[in-house]
């Protein structure tokens, strides 16, 4: 099974120049937990989730209209490629620890989310009629690798620092 057989096709985006109250109304009225950011091409630069926006607005003494996405997004997203195999995406949500990837085409425009919604929804159990091609352990393991506990970044900087 490919990454283009389970995608959400339609994804939601913003633009690094948009701001954090805009771009929480994308997530309100798309009910979705990412947001890509992509440039005026269309190609994904990075992303930012809710907890991001909810930290940002949390640790800063400024308005949601003041901050723009590009203060808060990471740049580095994580993504997959439409054409790509399941297993592969899900081995890379396991090992960068994310349960979302924008999926983007061969030149990096985006086309999709793939969400462990979608993974775990076209599992073997909705597909009776059909050979298995991602087993329920196989979606448990990555989940157990995406949901391991790891410390938080203030704790993790503290450590470096002794």
Excluded: F
Aim: aromatic fraction near 2%; hydrophobic fraction near 40%; charge should be negative.
């Amino acid at each position: 099974m490919r990454v283009r057989d389970v995608m959400m096709r339609t994804p939601a985006y913003c633009t690094p120049d948009m701001n954090l109250g805009a771009a929480v109304e994308i997530l309100w009225n798309r009910n979705c937990g990412i947001l890509p950011v992509v440039d005026a091409d269309h190609k994904v630069t990075g992303v930012v989730t809710d907890r991001d926006l909810c930290v940002a607005l949390g640790t800063r003494n400024r308005l949601p209209g003041e901050i723009t996405i590009a203060e808060v997004a990471s740049g580095e997203a994580y993504c997959c490629r439409v054409e790509d195999d399941l297993e592969t995406a899900l081995e890379t949500m396991a090992n960068r620890r994310v349960r979302r990837l924008p999926v983007v085409n061969q030149d990096g425009t985006l086309e999709g989310i793939l969400s462990m919604d979608n993974v775990v929804l076209h599992a073997e159990e909705g597909r009776p009629q059909r050979a298995a091609e991602l087993s329920g352990a196989e979606i448990v393991r990555a989940l157990k690798r995406i949901y391991s506990p790891q410390l938080p970044q203030v704790v993790r900087a503290r450590a470096a620092a002794n």
